[in-house]
Each structure stands twice: as C-alpha cells, then as structure tokens.
C-alpha cells in the first residue's frame, strides 16, 4: 500500500508541479505579450511623431525658400536698376566729356586748306560715331551680364 500510496502522492506531486509550471508559462507569456504591445505601442507612436515633424518642417522650409526666392527677386531688381541707371549716367558723362573733346581739337586746330579740313572733320565724326558706339554697346554688355 505504501507503493500505490507513494505512486499517487507521486503524480499529485507532479500534476501540482505541472500546474505551477503551466501557471508560470502563462505568466511569462503574458508579461512578454504586454511588454510587446507597449514597445509596438511607442515605435507606432514614435513613427507618427517622426512623420508629423518632418511634415512641419517640410511645410515651413517651403515658406521659407518662397520668402527668400521673393527677396531674392526684389534686391535683384533693385540691383538691376541701380546698375542701369548708373551705367546711363556713365555713359552720357563719357559721351559729354567725349564731346568737349572733340570740340576742344576743333578749336584748336586751325587748318589752312578747307579741304583737310573738311576731312579732318569727317575723319573726327567717324570716330567719335564709333566712340559713342563703344559706349552703348558697354552699357548693353553691363546691363545684359546682370539679367
């Protein structure tokens, strides 16, 4: 009897134990399962807060660059105005000075002969015509290099 005694407390022994390691195993899965949820959880979470920020940040870079693309255009344009008046005034300065200049050669030169000095005067128009041509086409070259 001490046997079939001994084979039964044997068994409950082992279905106690059985138990208790089951109970153990649902407790272990239970604790993985919920420490899976959360860290599922916070990577979602962590994801969208990733996504919203670079939405944000994407949403004012473009504001930005139309701010700096417009004061880019305003200062351009102002620059070009200021180069165009600029080259104006330096162009009429150097077609005025070129103009004395001429004037004053004229003056002083006192030719005999009417004919040289008719051909000095055609001679002196053809230069100043490609003098002033100079100038215009600087100006066009200064204005045109901005744009």
């Known amino acids: 009897m001490t046997n079939k005694r001994q084979q039964r407390l044997f068994i409950v022994v082992m279905m106690v134990l059985a138990l208790l390691f089951t ?27 990733i996504q ?41 300065k150097s077609k005025q000075e070129l103009q004395n200049y001429t004037e004053q050669l004229i003056q002083s030169i006192e030719i005999e002969e009417e004919g040289k000095q ?15 041509s100079k100038i215009e086409q600087a100006r066009e070259d200064a204005l045109h290099q901005i744009e």
């Not at 051909?119 to 002196?124: D, N, R, T």
Request: charge should be negative; aromatic fraction near 8%.
């Open 23 to 49: 109970a153990e195993l649902k407790t272990a899965f239970a604790s993985s399962t919920i420490q899976s949820l959360l860290t599922g959880w916070f990577e979602g979470k962590q994801q969208e807060s």
């Open 52 to 92: 919203s920020l670079e939405e944000e940040i994407m949403i004012e870079k473009e504001a930005q660059m139309a701010i700096l693309k417009k004061e880019i255009a305003e200062s351009l344009e102002h620059a070009n105005k200021e180069l165009s008046h600029f080259t104006s005034i330096e162009a009429e």
């Open 118 to 132: 008719e051909e000095f005067l055609s001679e002196l128009e053809k230069i100043m015509e490609e003098a002033y």
